[in-house]
């Protein structure tokens, strides 16, 4: 009896753990980092910037630290926040986010990854909104080693379309929908010629550009864009799909389990 019991406890403690072990997600293809703090930087063009200032905004009910992990959330949700009629149920696209500061390396030890600075053009090098090298955020098509600054978006020059902005939100979108465009560029997508189709708020897609040919309004910057239905299908043909993972559970919660398990066990036993 006694060593029955013993068996059944060690086979519930090996499928919990094999639970555990198969709900932890795998090291991606590729990790797009945002810095918002390195100051200065200079990505592959020779362009520097220095942090991001988001006080020249207006932002009302917002503290700097908010600013930007709304920034942050906000591209997050640009790759995986909608439904497309190319993306399966269940999948995703192979990238990871996150924040971080150039020169440290992805938090989840990925050996592909590339960063995109968001802040200001210190010196005037450029008068553009933002710039990317095209498809150098790819795995298969890394024109860089890991770790280079392939893109940036420059918020002072942002700053002159912010007296658009009624609203926090809107503030958000200008900023992110900019970086989300930039991103976009290094993993292959072109402007478009005109409006597309998409499931945001505007007519135009995230990568469309006041300039020719898509000659998108400024006033779109503020809404709420999402990917072109097009543009999509190609970033799953570019950076590939992966399963949506489950949460992992944190390691006090995996040990109260398999203590609650064994003690469970335990008073069957005494039970008997």
């Known amino acids: 009896m006694k060593k029955t019991y013993e068996n059944k406890l060690i086979t519930l403690v090996f499928l919990t753990m094999l639970?555990?072990?198969?709900?932890?997600?795998?090291?991606?293809?590729?990790t797009i980092i945002l810095d918002f703090t390195s100051n200065p930087s200079t990505n592959i063009f020779g362009v520097s910037t220095n942090a991001f200032d988001s006080s020249p905004f207006g932002f009302t009910g917002?503290?700097?630290?908010?600013?930007?992990?709304?920034?942050?959330d906000t591209v997050v949700e640009d790759f995986f926040g909608y439904v497309y009629p190319s993306l399966p149920p269940g999948k995703e696209l192979d990238l990871d986010f996150e924040i971080?500061?150039?020169?440290?390396?992805?938090?989840?030890?990925?050996?592909?990854?590339s960063y995109f600075k968001i802040g200001e053009d210190y010196l005037n090098q450029t008068g553009a909104?933002?710039?990317?090298?095209?498809?150098?955020?790819?795995?298969?098509n890394f024109s860089y080693s890991a770790g280079a600054v392939v893109g940036s978006i420059f918020t002072d020059n942002l700053l002159g379309l912010a007296q658009l902005a009624l609203t926090d939100e809107d503030r958000i979108n200008l900023i992110a929908g900019t970086?989300?465009?930039?991103?976009?560029?290094?993993?292959?997508?072109?402007?478009?010629?005109?409006?597309?189709?998409?499931p945001g708020e505007s007519s135009f897609g995230l990568m469309g550009t006041g300039a020719s040919p898509t000659?998108?309004?400024?006033?779109?910057?503020?809404?709420?864009?999402?990917f072109s239905y097009?543009?999509?299908?190609?970033?799953?043909?570019?950076?590939?799909?992966?399963?949506?993972?489950?949460?992992?559970?944190?390691p006090g919660t995996v040990i109260l389990m398999l203590l609650s398990l064994t003690l469970l066990a335990s008073r069957k036993k005494l039970s008997k």
């Not at 917002?62 to 942050?72: A, M």
């Not at 909104?129 to 298969?140: F, I, P, Q, V, W």
């Not at 000659?215 to 999402?226: Q, W």
Request: charged fraction near 15%; aromatic fraction near 2%.
């Open 19 to 30: 639970v555990v072990l198969m709900s932890v997600k795998p090291v991606k293809a590729s």
């Open 100 to 113: 971080g500061t150039i020169g440290s390396g992805p938090l989840n030890g990925d050996s592909d990854y």
């Open 230 to 250: 097009s543009n999509f299908e190609q970033l799953i043909n570019a950076v590939g799909l992966r399963d949506i993972a489950v949460d992992v559970p944190e």
């Open 179 to 198: 970086t989300s465009h930039e991103i976009g560029h290094a993993l292959s997508l072109p402007h478009p010629t005109s409006a597309e189709a998409n």
């Open 129 to 140: 909104l933002g710039h990317a090298c095209l498809s150098c955020a790819l795995t298969d």
């Open 62 to 72: 917002l503290s700097h630290s908010q600013v930007i992990d709304s920034i942050f």
């Open 215 to 226: 000659s998108m309004p400024n006033g779109e910057r503020i809404l709420d864009r999402a």
